[in-house]
T-cell receptor
Framework: GDSVTQMEGPVTLSEEAFLTINCTYT??????LFWYVQYPGEGLQLLLK?????DKGSNKGFEATYRKETTSFHLEKGSVQVSDSAVYFC?????????????FGTGTQLKVEL | DTGVSQDPRHKITKRGQNVTFRCDPI?????LYWYRQTLGQGPEFLTY????????KSRLLSDRFSAERPKGSFSTLEIQRTEQGDSAMYLC?????????????FGPGTRLTVT
């Protein structure tokens, strides 16, 4: 079945540091890929998405590129802020089944310090 | 657009009791999903509805779990004879299935604690 693997956290960075959170996936079909973010005490929010190979999703300074050849969708940000501290989830949705259910990774906690 | 809402936000119950959660999706969304999230894990799919029809159920959804969406609007998730292993965050999401990618929008969740 489909699965998503993320790097384990927590990841602790200083403000203005470069961020990479690795995500790889396994899917039988041709999935769409997502990053969701969960701030403390809040629900999941869609951060960015990509629907086909070589697509780049971007939002709020975060970027991720759909790499079919390496089955990866790594999240990057050039300069993190304290307000980026949250848990980040990589997810895929295989629309070939019609249901669009999401398969999530285990999440990576990011802590940004001054 | 008020977003997806869930009620209650927290529920503490004793083992063996029944509990029911409610989800109100974004008003124009025709798909509604339930997920379960345990501590330190990502959400896991439980079931989804298109309008009032329940189209898929995960094997995680044991016979003690039942979900309904009677008029294609709000949904309820009931757990009968709760067990300590049912303690988790229950998340609801909704989407508009109208061609292309169906982005899911999540509610704040209901945290269930079974004592």
């Amino acid at each position: 079945g489909d699965s998503v693997t993320q790097m384990e956290g927590p990841v602790t960075l200083s403000e203005e540091a470069f961020l990479t959170i690795n995500c790889t996936y396994t899917a039988t079909g041709y999935p769409s890929l997502f990053w969701y973010v969960q701030y403390p005490g809040e629900g999941l929010q869609l951060l960015l998405k990509a629907t086909k190979a070589d697509d780049k999703g971007s939002n709020k300074g975060f970027e991720a590129t759909y790499r079919k050849e390496t089955t990866s969708f790594h999240l990057e940000k050039g300069s993190v802020q304290v307000s980026d501290s949250a848990v980040y989830f990589c997810a895929l949705s295989d629309i070939t089944g019609g249901g669009n259910k999401l398969t999530f990774g285990t999440g990576t906690q990011l802590k940004v310090e001054l | 657009d008020t977003g997806v809402s869930q009620d209650p936000r927290h529920k503490i119950t004793k083992r063996g009791q029944n509990v029911t959660f409610r989800c109100d999706p974004i008003s124009e969304h025709n798909r509604l999903y339930w997920y379960r999230q345990t501590l330190g894990q990502g959400p896991e799919f439980l079931t989804y509805f298109q309008n009032e029809a329940q189209l898929e159920k995960s094997r995680l959804l044991s016979d003690r779990f039942s979900a309904e969406r009677p008029k294609g609007s709000f949904s309820t998730l009931e757990i009968q004879r709760t067990e300590q292993g049912d303690s988790a965050m229950y998340l609801c999401a909704s989407s508009l299935a109208a061609g292309g990618l169906y982005e899911q929008y999540f509610g704040p969740g209901t945290r269930l604690t079974v004592t």
